[in-house]
């Protein structure tokens, strides 16, 4: 099936241009494009396997395409490191929720913050020169010793800024601040990823399957707090396999089945599409016999 182009005129955020990832004999992204606009909530359906982690890898740098582009406010990224990547404003979380264990929620959004720190990071614009990286890492490592009032200011507002990351998620995460993240439930430790991820600023989000191992209540949580994200203008790019969420949160949805787009468009046309039912439904239909 030929997918139609992209009706927008707007310039998009992202832009992936025929992109592919093997990994051995599988196609696990087999000649994508898309195009995510700015203020945009996307979401990455499809059936299991089909290639949408894969697909948030190659985006945040985890992966390195076999062949085609990423390109991110008309600037190529496929094949820049993923701490250069979040950098220029792309953030993630991962599908089983990554935080470190023996760290504080807070310190856990605060480890996200890094690329906000000036007056800490001296010479940071040096750290991608091979020959010079060691003048920032030294300077930086000073002010980590001495404490100058200025960094001290920095790391308040820092702070200030992570507490507004957890009051998104009220008292599910503002009292469990001191807390070990090894501690926390599965939900506050998905809660709190995302935080770190918000706290980024990043100008696109990269959520993979923010729900998962979540009950309805949880659910409709995270849906209330997408929603909210989006009427702030965060531009979203989602894996989710709740379709009833991806139908009331999305403004565009991209279906993959086996490392192709299959499909994408609204959710009104989605929800009408045969080959859509067909990959995703059906499928989900025949597992369904299996169990
Ligand atoms: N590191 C890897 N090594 C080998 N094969 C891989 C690797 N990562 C993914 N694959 C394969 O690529 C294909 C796409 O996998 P991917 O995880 O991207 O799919 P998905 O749509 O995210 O699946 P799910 O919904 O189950 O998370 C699958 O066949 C998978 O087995």
Redesign the pocket.
Known sequence: MTIPPDTGTDIPLLEVRSLV?T??A????DDVSFTIQPGHTVS?I????????????LISGV?RPAKGQVIFQGKRISGYSPERIAELGIARTF?NGRVFGNMSVRDNILVGMHTHLDAARPFAFLRHIPVLRWVSLLAETTMAILRPPHVRAEEQKLLAEARQQMERFGERLLPREEQLAYTLSYANRRRTEIARGLALQPHLLLL??PTAGMNPTETAEVLDQLQKLRTEGQTLLL?E?KLDLVMQVSDHILV?DG?KLIAQGTPGEIQNNEQVIEAYIGRRRSLTRQM
Not at 26 to 29: G, K, L, Q, S
Request: hydrophobic share 35%; charged share 20%; net charge positive.
């Open positions: 990832k990994f051995g599988v196609r696990a992204v990455l499809g059936p299991n396997g089909s290639g949408k982690t894969s697909m948030l890898n992966l599908q993979d399957e894996i396999h993959m490392g």
